[in-house]
C-alpha cells in the first residue's frame, strides 16, 4: 500500500512557534482595527457635532461667517507676516542710510555740523544733536519688532558703535552714534520713518468690511429662514387640526415647497369634507332601519328571543357609534382654554355611574387649550377601559413643563410591554379570537391617541403601580 507524500514544508506545523491558541491568547480578528479606527473618527464626529449649531438659521449662518473669518484671518496674517514687516524693513534701510550719511559727513568735517544737522533737518526730517560723554549701554529689555529691525538696518549701514530705540519714546526714534573722540550724535526721527502707521487702518477697513457683509447675509438668510418657519408652522397647526394662513414667498424652492404643501391641504381638506358627508349619509341610512327594527321589536311579544334580538341590535347600534366616531374624529371643534378639574370629573363621574370606582387627583387651576368634546371622549374610553378591566381606577392630573399630562391607572391583568403598540391599532382587542360577545370592537384606544395627536400630544402605555395598566396622555 503506497504511503502518503508528506505535507510540503510551507504547509507543515511548526512546534516552535506555538499560535496564540497555544499560550492563551486570541487572535485579532480581520478588520478589527478599521472597526476600532472607525469608531474613534465616529467619537470625534459626534464631539465636533454637539458644537455645531441645530438650526438651518444657525447653519447657514456659520456657512457665511466661518468662511469670512478664516479669510480676513488668513489675509490679516499674510499682511502682518510678510508685507508688513518687509514695508517697515525698507522704511528702516531708508532711515539708516540718512542717520550713516549723517555720521560720515560729520567726521569728514567736524566744523561743519551746524551745516549737517541743518541739511539733515531741511531734507530728511531729522533733528541732529551732539553731546559729550560716553554711549550709554543698550538696554537688557526685550526689543520690539519695529526696533529689532531697525538695529539690524543699523548694523548694515554702520561700522560706529550705536544704541537705537524705537519703542520708548511716544511718536519718536532715537538713534545714538558713537562719533570718536568722546562725542555722541544724537538723531531723532519720526516714528513714521521705521514703521507703516498706517496699518491700524487696513484693520479697521477690513473689520468693517467683515460687520458690513456679516450684517448683509444676516437680513438675507433671517428672511429666507422666515419662510421656512412659516411653512413649518402651517404644517404644524394643519397636523393639529387647524388652518394657518400661508402665503408663499421666499426663494424659489421655498415657494414651491409651500405651493405644494397648500395643494395638499386642499386635497386632504376636500377628501375629509367628502368623507363627512358619505358618514353622515352612511349614518342616515344605517339609522333608518335600526329605528324601524327596534319599533317592531317593541310592538312584539316578549320572549328570550326577543331580548337576544334587542341585545344584539344594542350592541350594532354601539358599534356603528364607534365606526362613525373613529372616522369622523372631531376636526370641526374649536380650540378653547377650559379647566380639566371640571372635565376630569365629568368623565368620573360617568364611570362611576357605569358601576367603576374612580379616585380623581388634579389640581383645580389646571388649564388647557383643547377641544373639550374631543378631550372628553379619549378621557372616557381610556377611563372606561380601566374600568372594564379593573375594579378600582386612579385618574391624575399633574402640569409639566412642555404642557398637561393626565395619567390613567388600574389594577387589572394589565398588558403586556411589547404588545402596548398593538393596542392602539384600530380594531384591536388584543383578542385572536375576535369574541363578539365581548362589548367594544377595539376602537377606544386608537381614538384617544388620534385625539392627543391632534392636539400636538401622545399617548403612552406603561406598567401601573398599582400592577394594572397605565396610560400616560400628554398635551403640550
Known amino acids: 500500500m503506497p504511503e502518503h507524500p508528506a505535507p510540503p514544508p510551507s504547509q507543515a506545523p511548526s512546534p516552535a512557534r506555538p499560535g496564540p491558541e497555544a499560550v492563551g491568547e486570541t487572535a485579532p480578528r480581520p478588520g478589527a482595527a478599521q472597526t476600532t479606527a472607525d469608531a474613534r473618527r465616529r467619537r470625534r464626529w459626534l464631539t465636533v457635532k454637539r458644537f455645531l449649531p441645530t438650526s438651518l438659521y444657525g447653519r447657514a449662518l456659520l456657512i457665511i461667517i466661518l468662511p469670512i473669518a478664516l479669510m480676513q484671518g488668513a489675509v490679516t496674517w499674510v499682511f502682518f507676516a510678510g508685507y508688513d514687516e518687509r514695508v517697515n524693513s525698507r522704511l528702516s534701510g531708508a532711515l539708516a542710510g540718512d542717520v550713516a550719511w549723517v555720521v560720515d559727513a560729520y567726521t569728514a568735517d567736524r566744523a561743519a555740523f551746524p551745516v549737517v544737522a541743518a541739511r539733515a533737518r531741511a531734507h530728511s526730517d531729522l533733528q541732529v544733536s551732539l553731546r559729550r560723554g560716553p554711549l550709554p549701554p543698550r538696554d537688557a529689555r526685550p526689543s520690539g519688532g519695529a526696533d529689532r529691525i531697525l538695529q539690524a538696518a543699523l548694523a548694515q549701514r554702520l561700522d560706529r ?15 545714538e552714534v558713537d562719533a570718536g573722540r568722546g562725542e555722541v550724535l544724537r538723531v531723532l526721527a519720526s ?3 521705521v514703521s507703516a502707521s498706517r496699518a491700524h487702518v487696513f484693520l479697521l477697513w477690513l473689520a468693517g468690511a467683515t460687520i458690513l457683509l456679516t450684517a448683509v447675509a444676516v437680513v438675507f438668510i433671517k428672511n429666507q429662514v422666515r419662510a421656512i418657519e412659516r411653512l413649518a408652522a402651517a404644517a404644524e397647526a394643519f397636523g393639529k387640526g387647524a388652518d394657518a394662513p400661508l402665503k408663499p414667498h421666499g426663494a424659489r424652492e421655498v415657494r414651491q415647497a409651500a405651493r405644494a404643501f397648500l395643494d395638499m391641504r386642499e386635497r386632504i381638506n376636500r377628501h375629509l369634507d367628502q368623507r363627512t358627508a358619505l358618514l353622515a349619509s352612511v349614518s342616515h341610512d344605517l339609522r333608518t332601519p335600526l329605528t324601524r327594527l327596534k319599533l317592531e321589536l317593541a310592538l312584539a311579544r316578549p320572549s328570550k328571543k326577543l331580548d337576544a334580538m ?6 350594532m347600534e354601539h358599534t356603528i357609534d364607534e365606526y362613525l366616531a373613529f372616522a369622523r374624529g372631531e376636526g370641526g371643534e374649536e380650540l378653547e382654554c377650559v379647566g380639566l378639574r371640571a372635565l376630569l370629573d365629568e368623565v368620573a363621574e360617568g364611570a362611576r355611574r357605569a358601576g367603576a370606582e374612580v379616585a380623581l387627583f388634579a389640581d383645580p387651576g389646571l388649564t388647557a387649550n383643547v377641544r373639550p368634546n374631543a378631550l372628553r371622549r379619549a378621557l372616557s374610553n381610556l377611563v372606561m377601559n380601566a374600568a372594564v378591566h379593573g375594579e378600582h381606577v386612579q385618574i391624575a392630573a399633574h ?3 412642555s404642557g398637561v399630562e393626565i395619567i390613567v391607572d388600574d389594577d387589572g391583568p394589565g398588558i403586556p410591554a411589547d404588545r402596548h403598540e398593538d393596542a392602539f391599532k384600530p380594531f384591536s382587542r388584543l383578542d385572536e379570537s375576535r369574541n363578539q360577545n365581548r362589548k367594544g370592537v377595539g376602537l377606544g384606544l386608537a381614538i384617544a391617541r388620534d385625539v392627543a395627536r391632534s392636539h400636538g400630544g401622545d399617548i403612552r402605555l406603561e406598567r401601573s403601580p398599582a400592577g394594572g395598566l397605565r396610560a400616560v396622555l400628554r398635551l403640550p
Request: charged fraction near 45%; proline fraction near 11%.
Open 161 to 175: 558703535p550705536f544704541r537705537a530705540d524705537a519703542d520708548r519714546l511716544p511718536g519718536a526714534v532715537q538713534v
Open 191 to 193: 516714528r513714521e520713518r
Open 310 to 315: 334587542k341585545r344584539d341590535l344594542v350592541e
Open 399 to 401: 402640569p409639566r413643563s
